[in-house]
């Protein structure tokens, strides 16, 4: 058996028409979805991701505005300027890029954009309303992990899930995320004692540790599908090369299907970014009509 691999651009690819679509009705309606990226001091990594989405973005029909602060801004600084954006209605989402300056904790930034306006997903009413099987704007790993094994032929009820990381933004989301589509699910950490003996029993395993080839193919069960969320940097003799947390080549050789890494996961992350804009611009719209409407009329 050789598994196939799951094309994340291809998906990436019909989302984002799918979202362009909804941006362009958005428009007529005069709420043009506008995002507005904000990051703290120089880093190459930064600004290689905010030029991606600012692409992702235009593909999508979704205005896009990057803003770019010193390293010495304070929490304070950014806490206010995150409080004008969440007034501003020409505003629909706020991105707020990583790394961040050793001084600037991330939780505090994602805790003061509002959630109507957290387009990431990371707000804590965020992945709260996960737990009630209430998902408007999920953390978009998170949603396009489990998006990605929604594109495959399997009957997610009943389906035996085993998630490997159980992080607030990827790995726990998605354990809910599958209850919620009637999964049975099992999280392993790093404090489980036998994370094969649960893999190889899953008909699905999703991997997001940070741990290059963690995830083997003796670890598979055959014709399972393998998620691989992880990106990880290596050095090899030919040169640095990304790649996931399993070992394509072995897991390849025993799972049904299986993400690469890149081209996975991280195309439909981003596309999923663009998805939750137009949403959230759409729950705004809602929101000042039904607060501002008048009823004398």
Known sequence: MRAAVIDGK??????????????????ELGWSPRLV?????????????????????ESAGVQFEARSYPAETSLEQLIGILQGLNHDPRVNGIIIQRPLPD????????????PLKDVEGM?????????YNDLALGPCTAVAAVEILKTLPLQMEGLNVTVIGHSEIVGKPIAFLMMGLGATVTVCHHMTRSVAMHSRAADAVFVAVGKPGLVTGDMIKPGAAVIDIGINRVEK????????????????????????????VGPVTVATLMKNAVLATRMQMDHYRDSYARTDV
Do not use: M
């Not at 291809?10 to 428009?27: G, P």
């Not at 600037?104 to 509002?114: D, G």
């Open 237 to 264: 003799p030919d040169g640095a090369r990304t790649v996931g947390d399993a070992d394509f080549a072995s897991c390849s050789d025993v799972a049904g299907w299986i993400t690469p890494v890149p081209g996975g």
């Open 37 to 57: 990226s904000v990051s703290v001091g120089d880093s190459a990594a930064a600004e290689l991701y905010v030029r991606n989405q600012q692409k992702q973005a």
């Open 10 to 27: 291809a998906v990436a690819a019909e989302l984002r028409a799918e979202v362009r679509a909804d941006a362009q009705k958005l428009s």
């Open 103 to 114: 001084h600037i904790p991330v939780k505090a930034l994602q805790k003061t954009v509002h």
């Open 123 to 131: 707000h804590p009413a965020s992945i709260g309303n996960i737990v």
